[in-house]
């Protein structure tokens, strides 16, 4: 069975950074594409940033030029690097993979920018 655990999370100030991580066991990690989504209260579920095998990239025009994901493939982790932090990313971060909506969720960890 897949499991996705998401590190990381945590309170920090305005401007400040946080490195989430999220760990799969059970699939093959090395072949999914992987995503970052994010929740916040009252909002539905968005993509953040996701990252392909080749290692390409997108992101959600929101986070362009201060967050960055990418991957370990030794180690089944892919990352969610947030600088700059905003009080409006404020959230639950889920990270994603296979990347899609029939792929497996992490339970989120909670990312609290204060202003």
């Known amino acids: 069975q897949v499991q996705l655990v998401e590190s990381g999370g945590g309170l920090v100030q305005s401007g400040g950074s946080l490195r989430l991580s999220c760990t799969v066991s059970?699939?093959?990690?090395?072949?999914?594409?992987m995503a970052w989504y994010r929740q916040a209260p009252g909002k539905q579920r968005e993509l953040v940033a996701a990252?392909?095998?080749?290692?390409?990239?997108n992101y959600t025009d929101s986070v362009k030029g201060r967050f960055t994901i990418s991957r370990d493939n030794a180690k089944n982790t892919v990352y969610l690097q947030m600088n700059s932090l905003k009080p409006e990313d404020t959230a639950a971060y889920y990270c994603?993979?296979?990347?899609?909506?029939?792929?497996?969720w992490g339970k989120g960890t909670l990312v609290t920018v204060s202003s």
């Open positions: 990252i392909f095998t080749g290692g390409s990239t």
């Open positions: 059970g699939g093959r990690f090395s072949i999914y594409a």
């Open positions: 994603n993979g296979p990347f899609g909506p029939r792929g497996y």
